[in-house]
């Protein structure tokens, strides 16, 4: 009977053991799907940002040329533009520098 307790116990620790480790990988796993949603998360924020910049200095350019044809449009409207752009641009670049900063320090911990 000593013998079946004795290789009960070798078996729950190696299962502990097993577990141990998948935990540790699993973790791991997580942290680099973390790092690679940021990497995503800021190259698609910056890109975002070029593009609603990109339209709306390509916009610009369009109503110059249909100003004869269109009535100006609000004050209001433009204005609210501007600053949602600027919101834009303005996490984009936080979220680009918050990237930027969390590389530096991965680099000096190496």
């Known amino acids: ?6 290789k009960k116990a070798k078996l729950e620790a190696e299962a502990a053991q097993f577990e141990d480790k998948i935990g540790e990988q699993i973790a791991d796993i997580k942290q680099v799907a973390k790092e690679k949603g ?3 998360l800021v190259a698609g924020a910056v890109v975002a940002a070029a593009y609603l910049l990109y339209s709306l200095l390509s916009s610009d350019q369009s ?8 009535k100006e449009s ?3 409207g433009n204005a609210i533009t501007s600053y949602a752009v600027g919101i834009a641009l303005s996490l ?13 320090e991965e680099s000096v911990k190496k």
């Not at 009977?1 to 004795?6: G, I, K, P, R, V």
């Not at 109503?63 to 269109?70: G, Q, V, Y």
Request: aromatic content about 6%; proline content about 0%.
């Open 74 to 76: 609000s004050f209001l």
């Open 63 to 70: 109503k110059s040329e249909k100003k004869s044809e269109k």
């Open 1 to 6: 009977m000593s013998e079946l307790t004795e």
């Open 92 to 104: 984009a670049k936080d979220q680009l520098v918050d990237y930027l900063r969390r590389l530096e």
């Open 38 to 40: 940021t990497q995503i």
